[in-house]
Nanobody
Framework: QVQLVESGGGLVQPGGSLRLSCAASGIIFSINVMDWYRQAPGKDREFVGQILWNGGNTYYADSVKGRFTISRDSAKNTVYLQMNSLKPDDTAVYYC?????????WGQGTQVTVSS
C-alpha cells in the first residue's frame, strides 16, 4: 500500500502562486509515476501533470504548460506542484496520484481557489 497526503492548497488571487506538496509513504519502491489531477465543481477529474519517479521526466496538460512545474524530492518521498500565474479556471480540488505494478493510489485532495 501507498499513502498519499496533499497539502498547500488555499485561496490565492489571480496571477498569484501556490505550491502543493504530496508526501508518499508505504511501499514507495513500487511507484513508477506520480501525477496531479484536478476536479472543478460540476466537471470531470482532469490530468494536470506527471513525473516519472525514476528519471524525473515530466509531462503536462496543455492548459497548464508553462505555468505549472512538477518536481520531486526523493529523499523526502515528496512530489511538488508549483503553480504560477494562476487563473480563476484553475480553481479545483487537486489530487495526487501514484501508480505502479502493485496498484493505483489517490490522496484525499486539497482545495485551490483562485479569486479576487
Amino acid at each position: 500500500q501507498v499513502q498519499l497526503v496533499e497539502s498547500g492548497g488555499g485561496l490565492v488571487q489571480p496571477g498569484g502562486s501556490l505550491r502543493l506538496s504530496c508526501a508518499a509513504s508505504g511501499i514507495i519502491f513500487s511507484i513508477n509515476v506520480m501525477d496531479w489531477y484536478r476536479q472543478a465543481p460540476g466537471k470531470d477529474r482532469e490530468f494536470v501533470g506527471q513525473i516519472l519517479w525514476n528519471g524525473g521526466n515530466t509531462y503536462y496538460a496543455d492548459s497548464v504548460k508553462g505555468r505549472f512545474t512538477i518536481s520531486r524530492d526523493s529523499a523526502k518521498n515528496t512530489v511538488y506542484l508549483q503553480m504560477n500565474s494562476l487563473k480563476p479556471d484553475d480553481t479545483a480540488v487537486y489530487y495526487c496520484h501514484a501508480a505502479g505494478p502493485r496498484g493505483s493510489y489517490w490522496g484525499q485532495g486539497t482545495q485551490v481557489t483562485v479569486s479576487s
